[in-house]
C-alpha cells in the first residue's frame, strides 16, 4: 500500500529509499517485491537504471542472500555489457554470494582477474570477503597468503588500516573450525608480531613524545619563575645605591 500511494511517490524516486527498499525485501526473503521495485525503477527512470551502482548493488544483494547464485551473475554481466562500473561493494557482494554456494575458485578467479584497479581488488572490505571465504572452506593458507599481499599494499601505500585484526581473527576462526592447530599456531605468532609489535611501537613512540612535551612545559615554568623573581626582587646594585642616598648615611 506504501509504495502505491500518490503522496509518497517524490519519496518513492530517490536512489537511497529504492535500494534501501530492495534490502528490506530482500532480508525478508521476498524477491517478487524487489524485483518489481528493480523493473518500476527501469521502465519509469531509465537513465538512473543504467548509471546508478547502488540499485544494482541492492538487488544482487537480495538473490545472493537468499542463494540464487545464478541471478547474481546475470545481473553482473548485464551491468558490464551496460558500460556500467562496479565499486568494491559490487565485488564484495559477489564474493559473499560465491562463498555462500561453495564457489570457493570462482570467488578467487573474480578477484586475480577481473578486478584490474588495485584501489578495489586491495579494499578492506573486499579483501576480508574473500579471506572468509577461503576461512569458510578450509584454505586457510590461501587467506594466509592473501592477508600478506594486503599487508604489503597497504604498506607500500602508507595506509594505516584497522580492519586487518579482523582478517587475522577470520583466519583463526578457519584453522579452528577445519580442526588444524598446526596453522592456527603459525597464524597467532604472526599476528601477534605484526599487530602487537606495532601497537607497542606507536605507544612508545607517543609516551616519548609525551614525555618531550612534559618537559618543554616543565622548563617553560622554570623559566617563567626565574623571570617573576627578577622582577619581584630589585637588583642588588640599586639596592646598594639607594642606601648610599639615604640621609643620615655617609660612605665610608
Known sequence: ALLKSEAY??????????????????????LAQCEAIFADI??????????????WNAMMSAYGRNGDIHKVQQLFDTMRERGMCADAKTYKILISA?????????????????????????DPFVVSTLIDCFSRTGMVFEGYELLQQYEQYTNNAE???????VMWTTLLSGCKKHNDPDMAQMIDEAMKSR??????????SESTSAEDENVNIEFEKDEKNVDKQRTESPDVNETQQKRETEPGKRKL
Open 195 to 204: 599487530l602487537y609489535c606495532s601497537k607497542e611501537t606507536v605507544g612508545s
Open 42 to 55: 527501469e521502465n519509469h527512470e531509465l537513465q538512473k537504471y543504467n548509471s546508478d551502482v547502488s540499485l
Open 9 to 30: 511517490q517524490p519519496l518513492l524516486q530517490h536512489s537511497m529509499v529504492q535500494s534501501n527498499l530492495i534490502s528490506m525485501y530482500g532480508k525478508t526473503g521476498d
Open 159 to 165: 595506509i594505516d588500516d584497522i580492519h586487518k585484526e
Open 98 to 122: 560465491y562463498s555462500h554456494c561453495g564457489n570457493v575458485e570462482q570467488a578467487q578467479q573474480l578477484w586475480l582477474y577481473q578486478i584490474g584497479d588495485d584501489t578495489l581488488k586491495f
